[in-house]
């Protein structure tokens, strides 16, 4: 089984400059999830999918960011314009369901942002 | 406050001995709680989930809960230098809903 699949691995950005990141979950997970992990921290979630739906985005800067789950499978995710305190591992993440934490949720390898 | 507070180490053990791992949280209506191990340069992989209060053992890995202290450990046994990584405890609020992440704890397994 493939797990959560993400791209680019790594990006490199002049700041002002938007940038977009991409997300496949494992086949078959509603619920889809994406993270901002800065060095030193624990993962910080910025959204949260149910299918197509954006059921928690309250932690997402949507001054700057924007995300979308488009026939609630793959994602995207997009800054534009990028600041010099974006600079992190962007996270995407699936599981089966999100009611009562039941589910263990899966992790794609993150797309390291330097913004510069 | 931190909603889930760890020590962040580094925490270092000679290979053998037992890693004791701790993290406290915030929300005491808190019912789902997860230990993740992440390798440098990795990404976070569950390696142990409880909900109920006590003891839950998996191979070398037994995770500890007490809801009446808020707190959740992780224990480590026979400890192998593989093992040296971060530690990530995750509490899920109490509606369910939301994960929240610890900053971590590292820990370094000596040869």
């Known amino acids: 089984e493939a797990g959560v699949v993400q791209s680019p691995r790594y990006k490199i950005i002049e700041k002002k400059q938007p940038v977009a990141f991409w997300c496949n979950p494992i086949s078959g997970h509603n619920t889809l999830y994406w993270y901002r992990q800065n060095l030193g921290q624990g993962p910080e979630l910025l959204i949260r999918?149910?299918?197509?739906?954006?059921?928690?985005d309250s932690q997402l800067p949507k001054d700057r960011f924007s995300a979308e789950r488009l026939k609630g499978v793959d994602s995207t995710l997009k800054i534009q314009p990028a600041e010099l305190g974006d600079s992190a591992v962007y996270l995407c993440?699936?599981?089966?369901?999100?009611?009562?934490?039941?589910?263990?949720?899966?992790f794609g390898p993150g797309t390291r942002l330097t913004v510069l | 406050q931190k909603e889930v507070e760890q020590n962040s180490g580094p925490l270092s053990v000679p290979e053998g001995a037992i890693a004791s791992l701790n993290c406290t949280y915030s929300d005491r209506g808190s019912q789902s709680f997860f230990w993740y191990r992440q390798y440098s340069g990795k990404s976070p992989e569950l390696i142990m989930f409880i909900y109920s209060n006590g003891d839950k053992e998996d191979g070398r890995f037994t995770a500890q809960l007490n809801k009446a202290s808020q707190y959740v450990s992780l224990l480590i046994r026979d400890s192998q230098p593989s093992d040296s990584a971060t530690y990530l405890c995750a509490v899920n609020s109490s509606g369910g809903f939301k994960t929240i992440f610890g900053a971590g704890t590292r820990l370094f397994v000596k040869a």
């Open positions: 999918y149910e299918n197509e739906e954006a059921v928690d």
């Open positions: 993440a699936s599981s089966l369901g999100s009611s009562g934490g039941a589910s263990a949720t899966d």
